[in-house]
């Protein structure tokens, strides 16, 4: 059974754009390695308007099939979380052992596309360890190569997310 990714209407459709853009970049990527062979009067051997065409179309279309296969597994959230432990939607006040002080952030989608400053995905390291947190709790884990510890200490709804 194949994994389902969790995402927010906004998110998904920010990722359904990307994959758009992507779909643009690569027929337009085609078209230039179409021109390059037609202007040269070289083959397609030795021709490095021709390379660098065919290198953008694959990158672009490479992009474009990781995108289409997170779609493919997305489910959207419809329903706003309950804010008893962080979820995808919650906006989270936390202490980390590594850093002075708090931290907020928004836990966005399990991809987030083009998200705001303080939103992370919850697929990243962060949100992996704070997501299922209750308020009080102090959660393990890595980020990077250090291991923190994340102490929880308000969870709310992000509203303004659905």
């Not at 853009?21 to 690569?26: A, G, I, N, W």
């Not at 308007?49 to 990781?66: G, I, N, P, S, V």
């Not at 836990?107 to 998200?115: E, K």
């Not at 969870?155 to 997310?161: N, R």
Request: aromatic fraction near 8%.
């Amino acid at each position: 059974m194949a994994e389902t990714f969790l995402f927010l209407p906004r998110d998904l459709e920010r990722l359904e754009h990307e994959m758009a853009q992507h779909e643009r970049r690569y027929k337009a990527n085609l078209g230039d390695v179409g021109e390059s062979v037609d202007i040269s009067s070289e083959t397609w051997h030795d021709n490095p308007a021709f390379d660098e065409a065919q290198m953008q179309a694959r990158a672009a279309y490479t992009k474009l099939k990781e995108l289409q296969a997170i779609r493919d597994q997305a489910t959207v959230i419809k329903e706003k979380p309950s804010g008893e432990s962080v979820e995808i939607g919650c906006r989270v006040r936390y202490v980390r052992s590594d850093f002075r002080g708090d931290d907020e952030v928004i836990m966005g989608s399990y991809f987030v596309v083009d998200g705001d400053d303080d939103e992370v995905s919850a697929q990243s390291p962060l949100g992996q360890l704070l997501l299922g947190a209750r308020v009080g709790d102090s959660v393990d884990g890595m980020i990077g190569e250090r291991k923190v510890t994340a102490t929880i200490k308000a969870i709310t709804v992000a509203d303004e997310y659905f």
